[in-house]
């Protein structure tokens, strides 16, 4: 073993250990940024560590070049241009330009080896070209539904199962015709375009509420694919840095749909959301069921003169921008000497640890955002929940109703409180496109309006209470 | 089997226990965090997309090169700089409460 070969090993097993140090401290609130900076060291070694492997054409270092300079900017404007609302998407995007780039580089490196691949070479290489072709036609599909420039409903057809099953079954058939007859181009793209097809149809069903746990999956996937192109290469941070995105990926998977109270099959194939036609179609039919609704004067002297308010955010107020105005109203409350705490559910806004990102972004003090296990038992004291932009995570028929979708789905406690205002800003339904109880509970005051507007009136009515 | 295949599915397999062992207890507010940075971290294709690129000579081979190289940096970079904004925030919001005991 040359010199040269001990030093490039030796820096991949540091850049190997900085991930893993990394992601431990990911996972703790005090050294999460910290992590990020050391796993981006860990990046920097790894790539400067292989330079003194590369034998380049003149091509190849023009293309280089070029292609870090376009990457490099896109990636850095739109990491930095993104709004914090839209950070799921973005995350979508990522992850999909990264599958894509694994599945090529399998692609290349099946052009290289020929016609009769060892079985070694060849078997990691379908495996990156299918997995990786997945996550990156899943996460832009994952990614057109969070933008909204699909519908966020699960697109079904009858016989869809069917259909995703002869197209794995043909990506086995492919997938076999590489490995046991010949590698030849036709083949390996033909398994490319399916994978990409499937990849689609896979993430179709899926509805926008699920997207998340999704995206999350597809990370998990690339992890895999990446880690399946090191075995390609013979290259060792490869295959570390990918197992090991694929491993936490996986986990992190399971955790995201045990926080929504769904097993991981039911977010996959269970078409969540399904009954949303029909719930959008009964939304026209719910309007004629008798709602009250307030005006910002009478409210505003409730939540004054309260002890104790809890605020449930939800998605509805980061689109409306409204984080800012919130802030405002439960500070103007605490002047008056009432207790203003936030409830978070595990999957306000459309990420695990969304909504607490979008209210950092406010000052919302740290020690005021409450955890669900931790508030549940206070909703019964508290004077007023205010909900704002939330829905589906204080819907009671996650308790109740056995055939709703989102049945089974811990909840806040909402309506266990003496007095409830529901900020919304129409009767629409919410994400996971079901009916809510709560807006006709008689406890219920209905406040209509773009929240960021009607904070505001809340804000200046309180001023003036 | 060969010694060096081996030892890669050596690593591959522990690698797999390391990853699910580092983070298995994680609040959720660091979920959204943690997988905008393990997302950032496969971004390290990015080796493997200049080796392809490097020794690139056919029109095919600079075209996937290129593209490859493309998506694999966009990747890395834009995986660290979105999840450094999210964790940003963390360390703002926890500023008030270190603030007033310095004073």
Redesign the interface.
């Given at each position: 073993m040359s010199g040269t070969t001990i030093a490039i090993t030796l820096a991949y097993l540091v850049a190997a250990v900085l991930?893993?140090l990394?992601?431990?401290q990911?996972?703790?609130?005090k050294s999460?940024?910290n992590?990020?900076?050391t796993?981006?060291l860990?990046?920097v070694i790894?790539?400067l560590a292989?330079i003194p492997?590369?034998?380049?054409?003149t091509?190849?270092?023009t293309?280089?070049v070029?292609?870090?300079a376009?990457?490099?900017l896109?990636?850095?404007v739109?990491?930095?241009m993104?709004k914090?609302t839209a950070?799921?998407q973005?995350?979508a995007?990522?992850?999909g330009?990264?599958g894509?780039?694994?599945a090529?580089?399998a692609?290349?490196?099946l052009?290289?080896f020929g016609a009769h691949p060892a079985f070694?070479e060849a078997f990691p290489s379908v495996f990156s070209i299918v997995i990786g072709s997945i996550s990156f036609a899943g996460s832009m599909v994952a990614f057109a539904k969070l933008q909204e420039l699909m519908t966020g409903t699960p697109i079904t057809y009858p016989g869809q199962q069917v259909v995703n099953g002869l197209l794995a079954a043909a990506i086995l058939g492919f997938v076999i015709a590489v490995l046991v007859i010949a590698s030849v181009p036709f083949s390996f793209i033909a398994l490319m375009v399916l994978a990409l097809v499937l990849g689609v149809a896979f993430v179709l069903p899926i509805g926008g509420a699920d997207m998340?746990v999704v995206?999350?999956l597809l990370?998990a996937f690339?992890?895999l694919?990446?880690?399946a192109?090191?075995?390609t290469?013979?290259?060792?941070?490869?295959?570390?840095?990918?197992?090991?995105?694929?491993?936490?990926?996986?986990?992190?998977t399971k955790?995201?749909s045990d926080?929504m109270g769904r097993s991981l099959g039911n977010v996959l194939f269970g078409a969540f959301g399904q009954v949303q036609a029909g719930a959008t179609a009964a939304a026209g039919g719910a309007q004629a069921r008798a709602v009250r609704s307030g005006n910002p004067e009478d409210l505003a002297t409730l939540l004054a003169y309260s002890r104790r308010v809890i605020i449930v955010p939800g998605y509805g107020l980061a689109v409306a921008q409204a984080q800012h105005a919130v802030r405002e109203l439960a500070d103007q409350l605490e002047k008056r000497g009432v207790e203003v705490d936030y409830a978070?559910h595990?999957v306000a806004g459309r990420?695990?640890?969304?909504m607490?990102?979008l209210?950092?972004?406010a000052?919302?003090?740290?020690?005021q955002?409450k955890?669900m296990d931790e508030i549940n038992d206070q909703f019964k004291d508290a004077d007023v929940v205010l909900v704002v932009g939330a829905n589906d995570v204080v819907n009671p028929a996650a308790r109740s109703t056995v055939g709703s979708p989102i049945y089974g789905m811990p909840i806040l406690n909402a309506d266990q409180a003496k007095n409830i205002v529901f900020m919304k800003r129409s009767m629409r339904p919410g994400f996971a496109g079901i009916d809510n109880e709560l807006m006709y509970d008689p406890k219920t005051i209905m406040f209509f309006g773009d929240a960021k507007d009607s904070l505001t009136k809340l804000v200046n009515a309180v001023k003036a209470a | 089997m060969s010694s060096e295949l081996l030892n890669e599915f050596t690593f591959f397999v522990l690698a797999i226990f390391v990853g699910i062992e580092v983070i298995s207890k994680v609040p959720t507010i660091l979920h959204t965090p943690l997988m905008s940075g393990t997302n950032a971290i496969h971004g390290i294709i990015l080796v493997g997309a200049i080796f392809i690129a490097a020794g690139a000579s056919s029109p095919v081979e600079i075209v996937l090169g290129l593209v490859a190289v493309i998506l694999a940096t966009t990747n890395v970079v834009g995986g660290f700089v979105v999840t450094d904004r999210m964790l940003e925030m963390f360390k703002g919001r926890q500023a008030p409460k270190a603030t007033p005991p310095a004073k």
């Open positions: 991930f893993i990394g992601l431990r990911l996972s703790s609130p999460a940024r992590g990020n900076f796993a981006a860990g990046m790894a790539l292989t492997l590369l034998h380049f054409t091509a190849g270092i293309i280089i070029i292609g870090v376009i990457g490099g896109v990636g850095s739109g990491a930095r993104v914090m950070i799921p973005m995350v995007l990522f992850n330009v990264g894509g780039a694994a090529l580089v692609v290349a490196e052009l290289r070694a998340p995206i999350s990370n690339t992890g694919a990446v880690a192109s090191g075995f290469l013979g290259n060792f941070a490869l295959i570390v840095a990918g197992t090991l995105v694929g491993a936490s990926g996986s986990l992190l955790l995201m926080a978070i595990p990420m695990p640890g969304h607490n990102v209210l950092a972004e000052n919302v003090p740290y020690e955002l955890e | -």
